[in-house]
């Protein structure tokens, strides 16, 4: 119990995936408001793991989005990436899948209202490269940065937190809010940052390693793509972005076969799907040398 409010605080596990898991939690609990944020977000695993990606990315957006209307919530959030924005990686390909899901989903008419929020890299969360950068610092080096030239958004959990939660109830339903993240950092110049703060000096007592793009990887992301009409909100922080959505009909006919893939496991047929339902996704297929390490 929360002493400042009198919230209750209650906690469930569940796998995403388990439809009738999840509907029996949603007629337990009666939500009002949904925020859907389960997803695989580690680009090179997932690049090696594409089915994996499906199922969390994909069918489970597919399953709160059913059970949402099913149920009695007013509002659902998906809680989307600047990766899902013409992805180069499964990752980004399968989130983009859940925005033109959700998408499609709040053109039907009724409750909920459905929308996005989509944003970049949050500092400090796990999987962040701040931490990474911290660890190797404490062991002397090396710190390993992919590429000299590239650049990620940043914003703090708080921030990050906040602004999904007005995002949220600020949404009619159809829209993709769009935070403000700033100007993107390059990583080298942060890992030089946090080697001078931790009171050493970069190149000479902490070596920089360039190691390389990994899997999948882009040297900068974007948060709205071409075409993409951007308009402003109420709020100066957070915009918003309209756009025609694909048929239900046809888009449910394109993940069943996608779907289909990733019961089989079928990586290539995975991509050559996600290619379909995402024109602008550029697919990468691994080398059978890098597929090997799939397991």
Known sequence: MNRKNGTQLVFRVADVCDAE?????????????????????????MELHPWEAVKNNVAAALNMLTLAQEGKSEHFVLVSTDKAVRPSNVMGATKRVAELLTLAFAAKPGPP?????????????????????????????????????????????????????????????????????GRPIRIVDMARDLIRLSGLKPDEDIEIKFIG??????????????????HPTGHQKIMAIRGPARRLEWLGSRIDELLACAERRDADGIRRELQEIVPEYTAYFPRESETSQAG
């Not at 793009?213 to 709205?224: D, F, H, I, T």
């Open 21 to 45: 898991r999840i509907r029996s939690l949603l007629l337990e609990f009666c939500p009002e408001i949904i925020f859907h944020a389960a997803a695989y977000k580690h680009v090179p695993m």
């Open 113 to 181: 209202r459905l929308m996005i929020v989509r944003f970049g890299n949050v500092a400090g969360s796990d999987g962040s490269v701040i931490p990474l950068f911290q660890r190797q610092i404490e062991r002397g080096g090396p710190v390993t940065v992919t590429h000299p030239d590239i650049t990620r958004y940043f914003m703090t959990v708080s921030e990050a937190a906040q602004l999904i939660l007005q995002a949220g109830a600020m949404g009619e339903g159809g829209e993709i809010f769009v935070l403000d993240m």
């Open 213 to 230: 793009l990994r899997l999948g990887e882009k040297l900068y992301e974007e948060l709205v793509a071409d075409g993409e009409g951007i």
